[in-house]
């Protein structure tokens, strides 16, 4: 237990499907990140969030939309995916921004169908 | 940002010490040096930082040269249980995006 919940841990959705990705930290954390890790590769920072404002977007494609409503939630918004953003999506926070210690979430296994 | 780079893949035996070294030729003045574990379908979770000379707790010890543009992370007596992938990381509390390379995939035999 990290500290990091995200929900929920399987997704199966279809390409024309909407549907949204939750984290939650009551850590005190003020930085919150998106990343995605397809099989057997590292992990792509996606988004960062540092005081509810997002401060990166690592080229993202725009079918992937954050949303940082409080300090304590992050969520990622799907639509209109394509079969290969199939993939874990892992949620972390930190103290800091960066190089502080990050506590992970245990990820949601997403495939699209 | 710093890049790191670690060797793809190690092999070791139950009961042995284990050495990743991590190059990170570019490290800035302010940055910190992070190592992470990942199992497979799990997210990463925090092992050791430093800053430099040498850091121990009590999963593992951080060895850090005097140029920082090296680290290694020692595990003492690895287990099949620390089979996993191994990350180092550099950057700050500021501007960093918390950014993982390849990583080492550790494989302990018994």
């Known amino acids: 237990e990290t500290g990091v919940t995200q929900t929920p841990r399987h997704l199966v959705m279809g390409m024309t499907n909407k549907k949204s990705l939750k984290c939650e930290q009551h850590?005190?954390?003020?930085?919150m990140y998106w990343y995605k890790q397809s099989a057997k590769k590292p992990l792509e920072l996606m988004f960062v969030?540092?005081?509810?404002?997002?401060?990166e977007n690592n080229s993202v494609p725009s079918r992937f939309s954050p949303e940082c409503p409080n300090s304590s939630h992050l969520f990622l918004h799907l639509h209109t995916l394509q079969p290969e953003d199939s993939a874990l999506y892992l949620c972390?926070?930190?103290?800091?921004?960066?190089?502080?210690?990050?506590?992970f979430g245990q990820g949601t296994r997403l495939t699209v169908v | 940002l710093a890049k790191t780079t670690q060797p793809i893949s190690m092999d070791s035996y139950e009961g042995q010490e284990v050495n990743i070294t991590c190059s990170h030729n570019?490290?800035?003045?302010?940055?910190?040096i992070t190592w992470y574990q990942q199992f497979p379908s799990q997210g990463p979770r925090f092992i050791i930082q430093?800053?430099?000379t040498k850091v121990t707790n009590e999963v593992a010890s951080l060895f850090i040269p005097a140029d920082r543009k090296s680290s290694t992370l020692s595990l003492p007596r690895v287990s099949l249980s620390d089979t996993a992938v191994y990350y180092c990381?550099?950057?700050?509390?500021?501007?960093?995006?918390?950014?993982f390379g390849q990583g080492t995939e550790l494989s302990v035999k018994p």
């Open positions: 969030y540092s005081l509810e404002e997002r401060v």
């Open positions: 570019n490290i800035a003045t302010n940055d910190y």
């Open positions: 850590l005190g954390h003020n930085a």
């Open positions: 430093g800053y430099k």
């Open positions: 990381l550099v950057g700050d509390s500021k501007g960093g995006k918390l950014i």
């Open positions: 972390a926070s930190s103290r800091g921004q960066g190089g502080t210690e990050a506590f």
